[in-house]
């Protein structure tokens, strides 16, 4: 007999969550007022360094400018300041420019940058729901599919920025269809949104294949086939289940979109809060980076809010259902071994033979077409690009390796841990990687670990998102509330009955994340925050390679078909250790 399940939704529970969304907001604000006195030096100092990189200070000119903006003494009174200011929705002025106010400097670029990502996402939603279909249908037929795993992990692995040049150059520059730069009605809007689209979808569609996956491993599903019922409410329901697990992640994948559009914005010079972001964070402009990291934090906020909403009252009818059952976990849908290595074995051969080869600068074969003695031609200037491909292999994917592995273990950690968790998840995930590196930036300027540390950061909330998500669908099924009813502890609660169905769903997710990772790694290398220009590393070789994607497709799309490749054989090899699990 099935059982029902209602999630629970107490007026105790919602005076906790809304405690811990409390504690969040003045945590994040006042970090935001802190930022100044986080780099170690005076304030007036880094005003000074804001608006003249090149000279240097003197104790009359550094005077002046404390005078001129009334600037605090010690942090105490900073944060006084700040608070008092942010009631206000007064940030202070730009240090760069005095005459603009930091706040109306955010709102200017508010507009495009919310059209952009929520156009963005809603196309990414609706490609992933395309590609995720003929999955659905082989299940409500019975069957097994693998449609939407190969597309997924190729999409997500797809460089933004490297695609907005290739657009420019192609679409806007050759053949003359589209605007290439600027911000002036909607033609201008369309080949940025293609840009953010693409890897929206890759990452959305793959969460949605988890999700409809899991839920097609539940009883309900095999008694409905056997007994008769309609393939197209099977499909409704597989539909239903997934859009459970996905719609939260859509308004995350909005909030993060926000701000993340940084890459195409300063790509296409549109007058975003991308763009700002990175003119603060280049010139070190600190209350107007924190008049952004206040809004984007309350986005965060609202968009955390609708999304456990929505997901409640999604889970509630489905809950009550008898499509709520136990879940045996992910199903045995083995790929075996040979996909990852037909993805895999060509790139590692690859850079076996380019680690033979010298990547001495020649500037006499600069940008050379492939050929026998360059196999993958040369860069910008006539370095070998299977050389240099080769010499970045292991600083890049090893550092991604080592993040990605940080991020699934913290994320599991922290979604496990409680409601409170996804409350936090929800609110920072509006800070994705290339927002955070930028807000590093303007305190500490850019390096290498300006990049590590921007993505370690925030790379876990998304996977905690998920498990929090999951953990809520786990609590809600009958084997759960037995095992509690029968006074099973928390531990065994928790040991038994939830990370069983939890941790193979957040190690795909994980696999799915290294070639963002390595991504968000090359974003900020590419806007001159992360690797320096002379380093090997795929990211930087994508940021040098940009400019020249009409003159040298090949420059270009050697190191992105490498990420491609990478993250391609880690997803198929995730799917296929789960699936052995399983079995």
């Excluded at 880094?46 to 903006?69: C, G, H, K, Q, W």
């Excluded at 996956?213 to 007994?227: K, Y």
């Excluded at 489905?318 to 290595?341: F, K, N, R, Y």
């Excluded at 993958?376 to 292991?394: E, F, S």
């Amino acid at each position: 007999m099935p059982s029902r399940h209602r999630p629970t939704c107490s007026y105790r529970s919602i005076l906790g969550l809304t405690r811990t969304t409390v504690l969040i907001v003045l945590g994040g604000l006042l970090f935001a007022a802190v930022l100044p006195w986080l780099s170690g030096r005076d304030i007036a100092v880094s005003v000074f360094r804001a608006r003249e990189s090149e000279r240097t200070p003197d104790p009359e000119v550094i005077e002046n400018i404390r005078n001129e903006l009334d600037l605090p003494s010690n942090p105490i009174e900073d944060i006084q300041r700040f608070f008092i200011g942010f009631v206000h929705l007064d940030f202070g002025v730009s240090w760069v420019n005095p005459s603009n106010s930091a706040w109306n400097t955010v709102l200017a670029g508010f507009g495009p940058s919310v059209f952009l990502a929520g156009t963005a996402t809603l196309l990414g939603t609706m490609i992933a729901c395309t590609l995720i279909w003929p999955r659905v249908n082989a299940y409500s037929q019975g069957r097994r599919s693998h449609a939407g795993l190969l597309s997924s992990a190729v999409l997500s692995s797809v460089p933004e920025f490297v695609l907005a040049s290739l657009l420019i150059n192609f679409i806007a520059i050759q053949l003359g269809y589209l605007p290439a730069t600027g911000w002036d009605g909607l033609r201008y809007a369309i080949l940025p949104v293609i840009s953010l689209t693409i890897p929206i979808s890759g990452m959305l569609s793959r969460i949605l294949l988890i999700a409809v996956d899991t839920a097609a491993t539940e009883p309900w599903v095999r008694t409905w086939l056997v007994n008769g019922i309609p393939g197209y409410r099977v499909r409704r329901s597989l539909i239903r289940r997934g859009f459970a697990t996905l719609t939260p992640q859509i308004f995350l994948f909005f909030a993060g979109t926000l701000v993340s559009t940084a890459l195409v914005e300063n790509i296409f010079s549109i007058p975003g809060i991308g763009r700002i972001a990175v003119q603060a964070a280049t010139h070190q402009d600190v209350p107007v980076m924190q008049a952004l990291l206040t809004l984007v934090l309350f986005i965060g906020v609202a968009c955390g809010f609708l999304s456990r909403c929505i997901h409640y009252f999604m889970m509630r009818p489905i809950a009550q259902s008898h499509e709520a059952g136990l879940s045996h976990g992910q199903p045995h849908i083995d790929v075996g071994w040979v996909p990852p290595l037909v993805a895999i074995i060509p790139l590692i051969l690859a850079l076996v033979v380019g680690s033979f080869r010298s990547s001495a600068i020649t500037p006499t074969a600069r940008l050379e077409s492939p050929s026998l003695t360059h196999p993958l031609g040369t860069d910008q200037v006539g370095r070998d690009v299977l050389a240099r491909m080769a010499d970045g292999a292991i600083p890049t994917v090893g550092i991604a390796l080592i993040t990605t592995a940080v991020c699934v273990v913290i994320g599991v950690i922290i979604g496990l841990s409680g409601d409170w968790a996804h409350v936090l998840s929800d609110t920072l995930n509006a800070l994705p990687a290339v927002f955070i590196g930028l807000v590093i930036a303007s305190v500490f300027g850019a390096s290498v670990w300006t990049a590590a540390v921007a993505v370690m950061a925030v790379g876990w909330i998304p996977i905690a998102a998920h498990c929090s998500a999951l953990a809520l669908d786990v609590r809600h099924q009958g084997h759960y509330e037995w095992a509690r009813d029968s006074g099973a502890g928390r531990w065994r609660l928790l040991i038994v009955h939830t990370i069983p169905f939890v941790v193979p769903a957040a190690l795909r997710h994980g696999a799915t994340r290294l070639g963002h990772n390595i991504l968000a790694l090359a974003g900020l290398a590419f806007l001159g925050i992360g690797a320096g220009h002379d380093s090997p590393q795929w990211g930087t070789m994508l940021s040098e390679a940009a400019p020249y994607a009409d003159r040298a497709l090949w420059f270009a799309l050697s190191p992105t078909c490498a990420l491609i490749l990478v993250g391609l054989s880690t997803t198929l090899v995730a799917d296929h250790i789960v699936s052995r699990r399983r079995s």
